[in-house]
């Protein structure tokens, strides 16, 4: 970062949707990093007359920087063969570093293909906290991108034992510890109880009540305690939960169930798409039934996990998930147990336009985007790679921006599970600019509780994007004219002139100490790594501070 | 000089990386570990290392070798081989990696041809496999593979079999154990049962084992194979199997193709029952160099810079083609180094940066002494199931391998850009 610099981005129109500007010419100017009110004339300035100004955006979840993806990454040699990425040439003769793309990027193509798209904050929504110390390294060869990670708690063997003993307030002090240990953001449950249930004869949980073999551990206590923890807590996150049943016909039962679980409390439920499925046999969509509860409860947020056409690789720790997949794709398959945690299962594959299951999934992904009425709370997300390429947002964008791009896609798209899509209704809505810096940055930004990101107000990081006009909606967002990081300017005319390592995003909330001596006790007897060797140390900048 | 504990030492001894290990120190040296473990001993060794720095057959100051050394690699931009070698933490292999790249050298790594095989099968199909304590929790069935655990992972029997788990409560009274030995392999001693295969067996019995997992028909026709259905029932009853297999080179006359069937084996017994295929893979961090690899460029092994982007030559490794490079870069520990290896570079000018560097046969014209990673340098590790784990000194050393190959990559950065100025 350039100490003391400053920067006025002049005559741009601004979308700063937590400020209440809505497409206004005005300045933007930096110091130090920073947003300030106004800079002295004289002031070197940037002239964006005529172009679109948005904070930097904020990617709520992606997998990028985890064993998983390092296993996926290891997959898929033939999709990095197809897809060098030569090193980019910096300001000041600095070479950049070579890498390779494919649906699951290296680290450091990873990173310059974000700053490149003009985001600037991204987190990996999984990770196993036995691998964190992993994650690190990969977050630090990840440039221009501000970065954190949600931990797996959903079917760690500890915190499913506090539960079966009825200790939940004690399993509330193991998750920030647990945080603290791994140096993550949010706590993040995936198909709670359903990975644990993998590794028995019970394979999954097909319900929220179904007990976990002869405990007396449910789905639905699972998801209440560690709701309860991320909110007494107070993370600036809520829990980030992957509901049970992903990927199922008739899962919506489920998932309704899960929203009424929770009901109240503040909760964020991931790549909802996937869990989008309507009852009664078949394939259809039931994205209205979630639409309508989402629209009605403003204590819970959603990302929409957009499935997009073409190539893409499922990971996630939804182990038996991926063994279905598996079976029923015949591809290449990996699984990987995690001891006392989590899992990890991954099946590379593509979405086709003329695959009934394919299209049908495009299609509610895009009835959840419509039908949202309070777009806070409804974020862009392809749930990278799983859905799609964090690559393919700019096509998704146009997708919500200009209905005729829809509509003439829509029919091209087979039609046989579309019965009862709203988008057969004929939704007309398009997403403003205004709209489209809420999902992608501001609505995200406020979500994950980062005051200094998503909006241009003096003291917000300078993160920011600027993008010419342009009819092709996706070409415009597709290729940002400028990209500032923490005032800098990272991405100018298409090219990446500077790849600054970014911050990490970790909390280290309060826990009572009492619930130490009892992990230490559990690790030794259960663990293959010793205590003091679990927690990561040596994290670039410190822990984000809790109210 | 008084005698102390080094307690939670991680041992690079061999793939398990046991972080349990307890060192005693004596005068400035290593005299005992515990628990004891022959390879640990080993590898831990006395704890001396050379400290030298030498340009040309002379001893210099640190400067002066980083400058020479940088004048010989970027002077050989895109005809340079870097040798990735073994025990060497993340945090050393970063600027290693860096400055391959930037000089579009061809790459090469301690990866044994039959761990590249393993690599390559999972590539191909994917893989069913899981950490060492999900098996030692959960695994009520172990299958050695043409393992031989004593020789090569001395304590994985205390670690895994023996060892009390969530589901697994009575230790080794909670699980069979079968061993299946090939051609003149070693095995494991106290198995409940033996099988011995001949080498030339070994694809037809996975092939057989796998079929019947499948719901195929046995196909086998040789009676001396006549116990597989057995073993694949007993396979199937089970609630978690591992399946342990010997990960590196052993007899040469295994079939190259022996790792795709393991892996097919292990992902097929997850329909009936769970089941991990567990690769006892060597020590020296060689999971570290191929999941840094990986991640940055990804490719785990044979990864060639010359044409500006990583390109994998899985099938023709660097260290066969020595021939087409003018120079190397050579960093770890040489001496762990097969010597096949490092005399298909012996002719080469290089720099070497490692553990008693300035010993090393051969044309040296560059050479900086470092400790050893582990011992005199701390930094990260990964275990053989890819669990990174953290290194902590134990003994005073020379300057690290990390500082070294920084400050390298740092002055091989700034020659680039004068250049391009």
């Known amino acids: ?547 | 000089m008084t005698d102390q504990r080094r307690v939670g030492i991680t041992c690079l001894g061999c793939g398990l990386l046991c972080d349990d290990v307890t060192v005693a120190v004596s005068g400035g040296g290593v005299s005992a570990m515990s628990p004891p473990c022959a390879l640990g001993s080993a590898w831990l060794g006395s704890g001396a290392v050379t400290d030298r720095i030498r340009h040309a057959g002379n001893d210099v100051t640190f400067e002066a070798a980083i400058t020479a050394a940088t004048s010989l690699l970027t002077g050989s931009r895109g005809r340079l081989l870097v040798f990735l070698g073994p025990g060497l933490t993340i945090e050393a292999l970063k600027p290693a990696v860096a400055i391959a790249d930037r000089l579009q050298a061809s790459t090469d790594t301690a990866t044994s041809a039959a761990a590249a095989s393993g690599i390559l099968a999972g590539q191909r199909r994917g893989r069913a496999a899981a950490t060492l304590g999900e098996l030692k929790n959960r695994a009520d069935f172990v299958l050695f593979w043409g393992a031989d655990p004593a020789r090569t992972h001395p304590r994985l029997i205390e670690r895994l079999v023996d060892a009390k788990g969530t589901h697994t409560p009575a230790g080794r009274a909670s699980r069979t154990v079968v061993s299946v030995r090939i051609g003149t392999d070693g095995a494991v001693n106290g198995a409940d049962d033996s099988i011995q295969l001949a080498a030339a067996q070994e694809l037809a019995a996975l092939s057989i084992l796998r079929s019947i997992v499948a719901g195929g028909a046995n196909p086998a026709t040789d009676k001396t194979l006549a116990g597989l259905p057995e073993l694949a029932a007993r396979l199937m009853a089970a609630r978690y199997v591992a399946i342990v297999a010997g990960g590196e080179d052993g007899d040469p006359s295994r079939p190259s193709q022996r790792a795709e069937g393991l892996v097919a084996l292990a992902q097929a017994l997850n329909t009936p029952a769970r089941a991990a295929l567990f690769t006892l893979r060597g020590g020296d961090n060689q999971n570290g160099v191929e999941s840094l690899l990986t991640w940055q460029t990804g490719y785990p092994f044979a990864v060639e810079f010359r044409s500006g982007v990583p390109v994998y030559h899985a099938d023709r490794r660097a260290l066969g083609d020595a021939g087409s490079v003018d120079s190397a870069l050579l960093v770890g520990d040489w001496r762990a180094i097969p010597s096949a290896s490092l005399n298909a570079i012996a002719s080469l000018p290089k720099v070497i940066v490692g553990p008693s560097a300035s010993e090393a046969p051969g044309t040296t014209r560059v050479s900086i002494d470092t400790g050893r990673a582990g011992i005199h340098e701390g930094g990260t590790a990964y275990r053989l199931d890819d669990i990174p784990l953290p290194l902590a000194a134990a003994l005073d050393g020379p300057r690290t391998a990390a500082m070294v190959l920084g400050a390298l990559e740092e002055a091989v950065s700034r020659s680039l850009r004068e250049v391009a100025a």
């Open chain 1, 1 to 547: 970062m350039t100490t003391g610099a400053t920067l006025r981005i002049a005559g741009g129109v601004v979308y700063d949707p937590a400020n209440g500007i809505d497409g206004e010419v005005r300045d933007i100017c930096i110091a130090d990093g920073r947003i300030v009110t106004d800079l002295p004339a004289g002031t070197p300035s940037l002239d964006v007359r005529g172009m679109v100004v948005m904070p930097g955006g904020v990617d709520i979840h992606s997998h990028v920087a985890s064993s998983s993806c390092n296993h996926a990454r290891r997959l898929l040699p033939e999709q990095h063969a197809a897809d060098p990425v030569p090193a980019p040439r910096l300001a000041g003769g600095h070479m950049g570093r070579s890498g390779t793309g494919g649906t699951v990027p290296s680290t450091f193509a990873t990173g310059y293909r974000y700053a490149g798209l003009g985001y600037t904050t991204v987190f990996d929504a999984a990770i196993a906290p036995l691998t964190a110390r992993h994650t690190h390294h990969e977050m630090s060869d990840t440039p221009c991108i501000d970065a954190g990670c949600f931990v797996l708690m959903g079917n760690d063997d500890y915190l499913l034992r506090l539960i079966d003993a009825g200790e939940r307030h004690r399993a509330r002090d193991y998750a920030a510890w647990l945080l603290g240990a791994t140096g993550g953001y949010a706590i993040k449950v995936v198909n709670p109880g359903g990975v644990e249930a993998w590794k028995t004869p019970q394979r999954n949980l097909t319900g929220l009540d179904e007990p976990l073999g002869s405990s007396r551990v449910t789905a639905r206590g699972i998801l209440e305690t560690l709701t309860d923890a991320a909110n007494t807590l107070k993370l600036p996150h809520a829990v980030h939960i992957h509901a049970n049943n992903l990927g199922m016909p008739g899962n919506v039962a489920t998932t309704l169930e899960s929203f009424q679980a929770l009901e109240g409390r503040r909760a964020h439920f991931t790549h909802l798409q996937f869990h989008a499925y309507g009852t009664g046999g078949g394939w259809k969509s039931a994205a209205r039934e979630l639409s309508d509860w989402v629209n009605t409860h403003p204590e819970l947020s959603v990302d929409v996990g957009q499935v997009m056409f073409g190539p893409a690789t499922t990971v996630t720790a939804d182990g038996p998930v991926e063994y279905l997949l598996y079976k029923s794709s015949g591809r290449k398959w990996v699984n990987i147990d995690v001891e006392l945690e989590t899992g990890c299962g991954i099946v590379p594959l593509e979405y086709k336009e003329k695959a009934a299951v394919s299209a049908l999934q495009w299609s509610i992904g895009l009835e959840l985007f419509l039908l949202a009425k309070d777009p806070w709370r409804v974020v862009l997300s392809t749930d990278h790679p799983n859905g799609g390429s964090f690559l393919a947002y700019p096509q998704l964008i146009q997708l919500l921006m200009d209905r005729t791009v829809r509509d003439e896609r829509l029919k091209l798209v087979n039609q046989k599970f579309l019965a009862g899509s709203a988008l057969l209704d004929g939704l007309d809505r398009q997403f403003t600019l205004g709209e489209i810096a809420i999902i992608t940055r501001a609505g995200p930004a406020r979500l994950l509780g980062l005051r200094h990101k998503g909006h241009l107000g003096a003291g917000a990081d300078a993160d920011v994007t600027v993008y010419s006009r342009q009819d092709d909606i996706a070409a415009m967002f597709a290729s940002p004219r400028y990209v500032l990081k923490q005032g800098e300017l990272v991405v100018e005319e298409g090219h990446l002139r500077l790849a600054p390592n970014g911050r990490r995003l970790y909390v280290r909330p309060a826990y009572d100490d009492a619930v130490v001596p009892g992990v230490r006790a559990h690790f030794d007897r259960y663990s293959t790594v010793q205590f003091d060797h679990y927690p990561v140390q040596g994290l670039p900048n410190g822990p984000l501070g809790i109210d």
